[in-house]
């Protein structure tokens, strides 16, 4: 075993800094190319401009109209109208030059046509009225923009009025982009466990293109110091900065650091963020080197936070900024004073306050990342956030996404994604926003008013009824609606033919089972049919074992690693796994009577009553529908 | 002449409202296509999609360290270590499959080695420490997007993590683009007064690719209806929507409308916006049809209003949004009932508050809209705005430029380009924010807070001083400091070779002169030289024709509509011509106090102060500087 070596530990801010320093000292000469100013759109100009021609280049008429001496129009009125001949006058067209001896143009509008060609005018006009003058929008000499401009449409209208078609721009820069490690293989391979997808590169180079920067992948190298050597030397060499993936802690395999010494400068090797800590920073000569975190929530936290500053230098660019909200923390955090840590959440407006619900933490869930509406810090200096506390959260979406967003938190049913799915695919979007917290995280939710709904299922022991007991008992004064949504069927998930002879609860004795997490109704549903039997928790191995969603509990069932988990028809029948049907449940949303009549809410329910959403549940099959979207009164 | 016909003047509002309801009940079939996922950044989904895969698909390390059982590990704690043998452990990284007969990690930071290959644990480990369960990111079957999401670099990684490579996304759809008009050229060609350049076309397809269409640009369209309707026809029949540019009023030439009549439905001719009135709105079978203003901004103003929209629903993205400020209208505006008025301004921080400068309102200054740091509306209820009102400008730069942004208002001199440049090309940037209103324009400015400072070139007939004697009088509690720039020379600007004599502004009698708008530090130079030769502005033919800049004179008398003008001396070599000097004058700075210390004017003085500018002036020639950047006592 490799003796551990301890990473630095500087803050975000002085590993950035040291990184801006070292690329600006490096004095980077900047490379320009030229291009067609229609072809310009999003560069960034290497250098001023200045106009090469006026625009207009000539007097001209600025309406449809008649050009006139102005002084013949003297006296004009409502009463007393000036009548003017045809020598008087020339008709012209907007953008027709000014003809000859006239200095002023009457709109069309205003010419009364008389007798014999003649024309009336009812008001007086003053020279240079409607005439555009040589130079009105630019003159030739003006500068039409400073170095280091990004040019957008109206700018390739401004350089091509300024007659100059061809603009001086900043080349993009190229990041070489090497991903290491023995496990590492190509995304498109079969996988063996133990083989890791890549595709990092694939998200680093996006994230560069979105920059203005463009990129060269290389092939996975495998963990040998000379390969690896080797293949940061050529590609310090093609490129204009490198990026290593993984190999960039301190493990057994981790060589990064080590090279960049050998090569060139390490600057930095340990930033006190997390996820991304063991981050390597440096300079290859001219060349800024980056050894990035291989797992790719770690390696996007550290493209975000510095390789998108190296880049903006590279570019001439500013670089890019997340807009951000104000929004409330939905639960108590805890943070270690060891770090800076980015927080993935999910971000909703309920009652008119943003609502950040944090994201499980794993550097690996990469889905999680792209699913996630925003990003917050937790500074190094605090010890986490109470619930409630408020941040500033950098939107990783369209704010639009926020203002029509619809928050449903609360019990997995793959059918909330559906709705999701025909929601957006309205005239009028609805962008929902789910966490899966279980049936009495939807209920603590509703009650925090952090969501507008949630999917709850919960089977009262005593009356053997639905929901509606729990509504009376966690919302005696009222507030909440429950909405009827599904009867859907709940059984055993086991493998193809049931190898280990599972039909009840009772069979799951001496079996390997995989349960769900606390406060889920089908884990409540667990807890009564095992009452049922005289059972309790310690007959059952593997109870402790939790998992979020159906799909997760059939996923372990699938890969071997349990022999049996509750879980809805539909998840075995993707895992293809046999399904011992135990329990037909009532599957309801609870809405929060606050947010019943906002459009969100009134859409998901027009969704609910669809027949697309009848046709897509029917597909996906074990549930049956009765009056979807229609009240369930609560009473007693 | 054709007779008038009135335009409608819907509001916008229901001219928008009306061509989306159009292109919805048109029912356009979605087209789509697949596209490798790494290449996919910025597409939008044509559909849901689902993991094919779980991520992790096995039971794996989460990090570098030792795989355990964890019942092994109990009751280990800082006084009493637990000690593993190399049996009970196996030494695995991050990613590695966790071995059989194990269900713990313990970090490799925490293990300590003893004799023999043994280990020390200080503290207990329990089941599924340090362990990724398999779908712990995403599980097979899980939709990993819904329809219509913009594809971003995290949702790149989400797809091939969950093992899709391949995304079903939404073609973009291609907009048939055609210039129209007898005068209009392209833009390359060399121009004759009359001659339009063709630009427009690049503008919108510009657009387009910024709200992800494409374009097909076809050749320019002379005037006639049925040329025009036989390249509509075509553009209708090869694309998925059509804009012609042009002829879209009501004038001699305008055909738009009856083309769209006889080729499909016409819907909308004429709203009620400035500038931008005269659009044609609707639909031919199934391909939405704009006919644009020929006008640049005017045109603008259209494809953000209502192009933007009619693409959001053909790419089924979200139409964009412009980033919003409140911000300070600097003067009085007066605005038409008739009409919501969409104007241009410059945008900058002035001691803490946004001030919005209202720009040139011209339809055809595209130099000035791409310029504009903002865009505001004046309602078409509101007959205009108070100096001081309060407006929400939708900024068209970055915000991160109005962040540090100077204010530089007053006396136009080309010196303030250059020093902007070199502003810009800094690594703290600098985005100066300048408006030409001439030196009394500056010292108005500066005394209403709504600039940082303003150049000024102020001759005190009296004692024949600069500028010291305008800031006592109009600044007698002090407030601003006065910084030396240069002396500059003014003159007469005279075609090559002085065809008319022009030597003093005696021999101005007689001659077609073109002035400097009324406040100009020229123009008052002008005035006192006048006076001293006993001369009156009504000896000068032209005195009240007004030109904002130095270069816009030069053009003027460089395009033969004048004789002479008064303006400096690069202005007069920009244009090849003759240069008669009369007069050495002092251009400075005054800047406000509470702005001097601030890093923007800090910067700027740096950059008077440079050797950089003193070379880029010199090159400009008739420049003298002494002492730039320093401070100039004002008192008496």
Chains 1, 2 share one sequence.
């Not at 001949?85 to 046509?113: F, Q, S």
């Not at 927080?343 to 690996?364: H, Q, S, T, Y």
């Not at 509703?446 to 299922?457: F, S």
């Not at 884990?523 to 049922?532: G, H, V």
Request: contains cysteine; negative net charge; aromatic residues 6%.
């Amino acid at each position: 075993m490799k003796k551990y070596e301890f990473l630095t530990n500087i803050s975000l801010d002085d590993a950035r800094q040291k990184m801006i320093d070292a690329v600006r000292a490096a004095d980077i000469p900047v490379a320009t190319e030229v291009v067609k100013v229609r072809e310009a759109n999003n560069c960034v100009t290497a250098r001023a401009h200045y106009a090469v021609r006026s625009s207009p280049h000539y007097v001209a008429s600025a309406m449809d109209g008649i050009a006139v001496l102005a002084s013949k129009t003297v006296g004009a009125t409502e009463g007393n109208p000036v009548r003017l001949t045809p020598d008087d006058y020339i008709v012209v067209d907007t953008g027709d030059p000014l003809p000859e001896n006239t200095d002023a143009v009457v709109m069309i509008e205003n010419v009364v046509e008389a007798e014999d060609g003649d024309v009336l005018l009812y008001s007086a006009c003053v020279p240079w009225d409607n005439v555009r003058q040589v130079g009105e929008d630019i003159c030739m000499g003006d500068m039409i923009v400073p170095s280091y401009t990004v040019m957008t449409p109206a700018l390739i209208g401004a350089f091509m009025a300024a007659g100059v078609y061809e603009v001086e721009v900043v080349k993009r820069p190229v990041f070489g982009i090497i991903p290491t490690g023995d496990e590492i293989v190509d995304g498109d391979a079969d996988l063996k466990p133990g083989d890791i997808p890549e595709f990092n590169s694939a998200i680093f180079s996006a994230m560069l293109s979105d920059w203005g920067a463009d990129s060269i992948v290389y092939p996975v190298v495998k963990d040998k110091i000379d390969l690896l050597e080797a293949a940061v030397t050529k590609a310090a060499d093609e490129c204009d900065a490198v990026l290593t993936i993984a190999g960039s802690s301190a493990g057994r395999d981790d060589y990064t650091s080590t090279i960049l010494t050998n090569l060139g400068e390490l600057l930095v090797h340990g930033i006190a963020i997390k996820p991304g800590k063991p981050a390597v920073l440096g300079m290859i000569g001219k060349k800024p080197f980056c050894g990035m975190p291989g797992y790719p929530v770690s390696g996007i936290i550290v493209m975000e936070e510095i390789v998108k500053y190296v880049c903006a230098l590279l570019t001439h660019r500013e670089p890019e900024r997340d807009e951000t909200v104000k929004a409330q923390v939905s639960r108590k955090l805890t943070s270690s004073l060891k770090y800076e840590e980015f927080l993935r959440c999910r971000v909703a407006e309920v009652d008119g306050k943003n609502i950040a619900v944090p994201m499980p933490r794993g550097a690996g869930v990469v889905t999680g990342f792209a699913k996630a509406g925003g990003l917050f810090v937790v500074d190094q200096n605090s010890e986490g956030l109470e619930a409630g506390a408020t941040v500033d959260v950098a939107l990783q979406r369209d704010k639009v996404e926020l203002e029509n967003s619809l928050s449903i938190t609360g019990s997995h049913d793959p059918l909330i994604d559906e709705a999701a799915d025909l929601l957006i695919r309205q005239d009028e979007r609805t962008y929902v926003v789910s966490s899966h917290v279980g049936s009495m995280g939807a209920i603590m939710a509703l009650r925090a008013g952090e969501t507008a709904l949630g999917g709850i299922h919960l089977l009262d022991a005593e009356s053997g009824e639905y929901n509606k007991a729990y509504v009376r008992q966690y919302f005696p004064n009222g507030g909440v609606t429950l909405i009827r949504c599904v009867i859907r069927q709940q059984g055993l998930m086991v493998k193809k033919g049931n190898p280990e002879n599972i039909h009840s609860v009772k069979d799951l004795i001496g079996k390997r089972y995989v349960n769900r997490q606390k406060g889920a109704g089908t884990r409540i549903l667990l807890d009564y049919l095992l009452e049922k039997e005289g059972m309790t928790p310690d007959d059952i191995y593997g109870y402790t074992r939790e998992e979020y969603t159906h799909t997760a509990v059939a996923a372990a069932v699938a890969d071997g690693g349990a022999d049996a988990g509750m879980g809805i028809y539909s998840a075995a029948k993707t895992y293809g796994l046999d399904f011992v049907p135990l329990w037909d449940e009532e599957y309801d949303f609870l809405v929060r009577d606050s947010a019943l009549e906002t459009p969100e809410v009134q859409r998901f329910l027009a969704v609910l009553k669809s027949d697309e959403f009848a046709a897509r549940l029917t597909e996906m099959g074990g549930y049956t529908l009765e009056a979807p979207g229609e009240v369930i009164p609560v009473d007693a």
